[in-house]
């Protein structure tokens, strides 16, 4: 008989502009990979060949201009491609994948602030994500000034989002937050506004309390 390979775990990294999801995703790779887990890093919109190009059409604004629910379907139809490259076979094959945004971000982004019926966002979602939920979301949780000033001290050219005024952004905050209030069993809110080290070890905690304690005793805990 041939070996089994047990299936990955999903997690997603969700919030805010500047709010520190690729930092935070590539220290979580790395706790991970120093205990032996073999992890995939990849991001949204993105993650795979198609969905990369259909990213620029999204961040440069080209798409606005349709509005939130032609946005809503070609971040989904980009989605559809990273599962069906990317994640599906990482998870399939054992490794773990952190991604960089995820769904979450098409509820927030288009669905609460483009103010969509929730009907059609979650038929859209149900389509495009179907069983591949994640098994744990980390939202990452500071205000948003702060966050914005993190993305501007990094570049200074805005994206078609970042260009977005402190309301859209405060609303931002507040949808994530709820979606985290709705799902407590897929999500943890984690304090975004602490030093970098504070922030990863929270993170870490999570992971532990939700997703190793779960099938992997024999894995090293943080001391
Ligand atoms: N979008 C959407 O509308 N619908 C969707 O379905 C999806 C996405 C999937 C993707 O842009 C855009 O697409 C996004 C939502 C929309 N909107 N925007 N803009 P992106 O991927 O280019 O940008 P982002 O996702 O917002 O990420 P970001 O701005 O790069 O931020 P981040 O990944 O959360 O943060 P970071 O890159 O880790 O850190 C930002 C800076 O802060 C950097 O200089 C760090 O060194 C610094 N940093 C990080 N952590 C800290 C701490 N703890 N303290 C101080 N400084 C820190």
Redesign the pocket.
């Known amino acids: 008989m041939g070996e089994t390979t047990s299936r990955g775990r999903f997690i997603t990294l969700e919030?805010?502009?500047?709010?520190?999801?690729?930092?935070?995703a590539r220290l979580l790779a790395d706790s991970l990979r120093r205990r032996g887990v073999d992890t995939l890093v990849t991001?949204?919109?993105g993650g795979s060949p198609l969905a990369e190009e259909i990213r620029g059409a999204?961040?440069s604004g080209a798409v606005a201009p349709l509005g939130p629910a032609a946005?809503a379907i070609m971040?989904s139809a980009a989605r559809i491609d990273h599962l069906e490259r990317t994640i599906r076979p990482a998870l399939a094959a054992g490794q773990w994948v952190i991604s960089?945004?995820?769904?979450d971000?098409?509820r927030a982004?288009?669905g609460v602030l483009g103010a969509l019926a929730p009907a059609f966002m979650r038929e859209l979602e149900r389509v495009a994500v179907g069983e591949n939920r994640p098994d744990l979301t980390l939202v990452?949780d500071l205000p948003a000034d702060i966050?914005l000033e993190?993305?501007r001290?990094?570049s200074s050219v805005a994206?078609?989002?970042?260009a977005e005024g402190q309301s859209f952004h405060d609303g931002l905050r507040e949808a994530f937050l709820a979606i985290a209030r709705e799902e407590p069993d897929r999500c943890v809110v984690i304090d975004?506004d602490?030093?970098?080290e504070r922030?990863a070890a929270d993170i870490w905690r999570a992971v532990e309390d939700r997703l190793l304690d779960l099938d992997e005793p024999d894995m090293e805990r943080l001391p």
């Open positions: 919030g805010g502009e500047g709010a520190g999801k690729s930092t935070q991001r949204e919109p999204l961040l946005e971040f960089d945004r995820f769904a971000s098409t982004y288009q990452l966050g993190r993305a001290a990094r994206d078609r989002f970042e975004a602490q030093e970098e922030v």
